[in-house]
Nanobody, 127 residues
Framework: QAQLVESGGGLVQAGGSLRLSCAAS????????MGWFRQAPGKERSFVGA????????TYADSVKGRFTISRDHSKNTVYLQMNSLQPEDTAVYYC????????????????????WGKGTLVTVSS
C-alpha cells in the first residue's frame, strides 16, 4: 500500500537550517505532484509548498518564500524540504502528501487536493 515517511525533524536555533525528507513507496511517485504542509500547536494544518510531478516547478506559501526550497529525486522516490533562516513561528509538525491527480502541476494546494499523507516530523525552532 502507499506510504509516505517523513524524517529530518528536530530542534534547531533560530536562524538555523534543517532538511526534511519524505520517502514514498507503494504508488507511482514520479507521476504525482507532492506537497509539504505543517501544523503548529493549536492551529490548523496549512500549506507550505508544492512541487510539480516533473520537479520542474514549485510553489510556496508567502510565509516561507525565499527561505524554503522543495526538490525531488525520482531515483530515490523522495521529496525534500530544505528550510533555511528558521524562526520560532516555523515550529510545527511537517507533513508530506501526494496529490490526487496524476501528472499534476504545482499550486497552492488545499488539504482535500491530497491523497496520501505521511505521519509527520516535528520541527522545533528555539529563540
Amino acid at each position: 500500500q502507499a506510504q509516505l515517511v517523513e524524517s529530518g525533524g528536530g530542534l534547531v536555533q533560530a536562524g538555523g537550517s534543517l532538511r526534511l525528507s519524505c520517502a514514498a513507496s507503494g504508488f507511482a511517485f514520479g507521476r504525482f505532484a507532492m506537497g509539504w504542509f505543517r501544523q503548529a500547536p493549536g492551529k490548523e494544518r496549512s500549506f507550505v509548498g508544492a512541487i510539480k510531478w516533473s520537479g520542474t516547478s514549485t510553489t510556496y506559501a508567502d510565509s516561507v518564500k525565499g527561505r524554503f526550497t522543495i526538490s525531488r529525486d525520482h531515483s530515490k522516490n523522495t521529496v525534500y524540504l530544505q528550510m533555511n533562516s528558521l524562526q520560532p513561528e516555523d515550529t510545527a509538525v511537517y507533513y508530506c502528501a501526494s496529490h490526487r491527480v496524476i501528472y499534476s502541476s504545482d499550486s497552492l494546494f488545499d488539504l482535500d487536493d491530497m491523497r496520501y499523507w505521511g505521519k509527520g516530523t516535528l520541527v522545533t525552532v528555539s529563540s
